[in-house]
């Protein structure tokens, strides 16, 4: 199984930017897909960003032009850039990895943007 470790998130007031990290350690083999997704209080998990190991990238549409994605396949790391942070992206943001036969989650770490 694939481990991840996240690092990044605080509190940023809006306008502002943070960088999450998640690096994979483990049996890391064949992972295909990297991503972020987020969860805000009383919500369902939706997803922010992903990136196929080609580089293909997929964003949610609330963070299109905002965000960007993007990935180290020889750190096995995978980076959201936030820009123009606004209090509606306040959530826990989980990295995840796919592969064909399985995907694993960050235990996620909490973005707070304040008004």
């Known amino acids: 199984q694939v481990q991840l470790v996240e690092s990044g998130g605080g509190l940023v007031q809006a306008g502002g930017s943070l960088r999450l990290s998640c690096a994979a350690s483990?049996?890391?083999?064949?992972?295909?897909?990297m991503g972020w997704y987020r969860q805000a209080p009383g919500k369902q998990r939706e997803l922010v960003a992903d990136?196929?190991?080609?580089?293909?990238?997929n964003y949610g549409d609330s963070v299109k032009g905002r965000f960007t994605i993007s990935r180290d396949n020889v750190k096995n790391t995978v980076y959201l850039q936030m820009n123009s942070l606004k209090p509606e992206d306040t959530a826990v943001y989980y990295c995840?990895?796919?592969?064909?036969?399985?995907?694993?989650w960050g235990q996620g770490t909490t973005v707070t943007v304040s008004s």
């Open positions: 483990g049996i890391i083999f064949r992972i295909q897909v």
């Open positions: 995840n990895v796919k592969r064909a036969w399985d995907e694993s």
């Open positions: 990136i196929t190991s080609g580089g293909s990238t």
